[in-house]
């Protein structure tokens, strides 16, 4: 498998919690690592690079003080997202601090990945780049990323559109580092399944808004719990990019369901005018995948990979029997 001993060597799962806008900081991401899962949060999730350096000084602190408890077990690294696009300013300050603190993931969405990975390589982290299709991962691939994470359909967020078992095969076609695979992965059999189709590691958002670490609010995490797969609008209506939303979200805020499934470009009204501030949007608009029918609970992250963990191992062992 073409992961990278550095990472492979500490995790208890196949596993990176993938950076959710407005979801994740560094409350869950200390927790996945210290359950032995990669945690992750997007840079822009601290209103400033101040603030962002705040957060990586209390990851290096918080993981400092589990090794101190725990001196035999292995550091699992973590993983920062980084939005590298004329459109985030800040970006060239973000990852200067990255560097700065020697993050040991960095990834990757939109723009070009290769500046990252000179400055990332430079001393010795990792740079995983998501894409949802093979010509953006053929890019990725030439600007020497270390992972790259297919990005299916049904997925949370900026979902892509493609079947899993074909996009995981078109990618590993033009690239053979580490794929890593997200879309509607919800329990531990997913995991051992997304390996079985070439996947080396797995990438999950949804499941972790429901965790007690997550930063979502209460009424987000009910939402999650009964929303069911045919609830998730793929639509660009909210902020002009395609992405996954609750049905329940956009009923709230007013979005005609029927218009939303028309082809073409639609006129919402005044007040449901894209809206070109994407935290905006997103604040006011609640985005999940299809995921959700599998989520029935909050628990805390440690809770949720000993669960996952569970149901991998009797997964593997079912398979076994065969
Ligand atoms: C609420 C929410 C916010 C997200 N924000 C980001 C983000 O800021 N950056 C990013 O690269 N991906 C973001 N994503 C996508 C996830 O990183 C990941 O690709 C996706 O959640 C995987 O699919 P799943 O939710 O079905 O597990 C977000 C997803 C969700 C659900």
Same mark, same amino acid.
């Given at each position: %498998?073409?992961?990278?001993?550095?990472?492979?060597?500490?995790?208890? #799962?196949?596993?990176?919690?993938a950076?959710?806008?407005?979801?994740?900081?560094?409350?869950? $991401?200390?927790?996945c690592?210290?359950?032995?899962? @990669?945690?992750?949060?997007?840079?822009?999730?601290?209103?400033?690079?101040?603030?962002?350096?705040?957060?990586?000084?209390? %990851?290096e602190?918080? #993981?400092?003080?589990?090794?101190? !408890?725990?001196?035999?077990?292995?550091?699992?690294?973590?993983?920062?997202?980084? =939005? @590298?696009?004329?459109?985030?300013?800040?970006?060239?300050a973000?990852?200067?601090?990255?560097?700065?603190?020697q993050?040991?993931?960095i990834i990757?969405?939109?723009?070009? $990945?290769?500046?990252?990975?000179?400055?990332?390589?430079?001393?010795?982290?990792?740079?995983?780049?998501?894409v949802?299709?093979?010509?953006?991962?053929?890019?990725?691939?030439?600007?020497? @990323?270390?992972? =790259?994470?297919?990005?299916?359909?049904?997925?949370?967020?900026?979902?892509?559109? =493609?079947?899993? +078992?074909?996009?995981?095969?078109?990618?590993?076609?033009v690239?053979?580092?580490?794929?890593?695979?997200?879309?509607?992965?919800?329990?531990?059999?997913?995991?051992?399944?997304?390996?079985?189709?070439?996947?080396?590691?797995?990438?999950?958002?949804?499941?972790?808004?429901n965790?007690?670490?997550?930063?979502?609010?209460? $009424?987000?995490?009910? %939402?999650? =719990?009964?929303?069911?797969?045919?609830?998730?609008?793929?639509?660009?209506?909210?902020?002009?990019?395609?992405?996954? +939303?609750?049905?329940?979200s956009?009923?709230?805020?007013?979005y005609?369901?029927?218009?939303?499934n028309?082809?073409g470009?639609?006129?919402?009204?005044?007040?449901?005018?894209?809206?070109?501030d994407?935290?905006?949007?997103?604040?006011?608009?609640?985005?999940?995948?299809?995921g959700?029918?599998?989520?029935?609970?909050?628990?805390?992250?440690?809770?949720?990979?000993? !669960?996952?963990?569970?149901q991998y191992?009797?997964?593997?062992?079912?398979?076994?029997?065969l």
């Amino acid at each position: %498998m073409p992961v990278s001993p550095s990472l492979q060597r500490p995790l208890s #799962l196949p596993l990176i919690a993938a950076p959710m806008f407005l979801i994740s900081g560094p409350e869950l $991401a200390l927790a996945c690592c210290k359950a032995g899962i @990669v945690g992750s949060f997007p840079a822009l999730n601290q209103r400033t690079s101040e603030g962002f350096e705040e957060w990586l000084v209390q %990851m290096e602190h918080g #993981l400092a003080e589990h090794q101190a !408890r725990y001196p035999d077990a292995p550091s699992v690294p973590y993983a920062v997202n980084l =939005i @590298v696009h004329k459109t985030n300013p800040r970006w060239q300050a973000d990852l200067a601090l990255c560097v700065k603190h020697q993050v040991p993931i960095i990834i990757t969405s939109l723009g070009a $990945a290769s500046q990252v990975v000179e400055a990332v390589h430079g001393y010795g982290g990792l740079v995983f780049h998501d894409v949802t299709n093979q010509k953006h991962a053929r890019k990725a691939a030439d600007a020497g @990323v270390d992972g =790259i994470i297919a990005v299916a359909a049904g997925a949370g967020g900026h979902a892509g559109t =493609i079947n899993p +078992f074909v996009l995981v095969h078109e990618i590993r076609e033009v690239f053979d580092g580490t794929i890593i695979l997200a879309g509607a992965l919800s329990n531990g059999e997913d995991l051992l399944a997304a390996q079985a189709m070439g996947a080396d590691l797995c990438y999950m958002g949804t499941r972790f808004i429901n965790t007690t670490e997550s930063l979502a609010e209460k $009424a987000y995490q009910h %939402m999650v =719990i009964a929303a069911v797969s045919g609830d998730i609008m793929y639509t660009p209506a909210v902020s002009g990019i395609p992405a996954s +939303f609750m049905r329940q979200s956009l009923e709230a805020a007013g979005y005609p369901m029927d218009k939303l499934n028309q082809p073409g470009a639609v006129d919402y009204g005044e007040k449901l005018k894209p809206v070109t501030d994407e935290a905006k949007a997103w604040k006011t608009v609640w985005s999940a995948g299809q995921g959700v029918s599998q989520i029935t609970d909050v628990v805390p992250v440690a809770t949720l990979v000993e !669960r996952l963990s569970q149901q991998y191992r009797a997964a593997k062992d079912r398979l076994d029997t065969l």
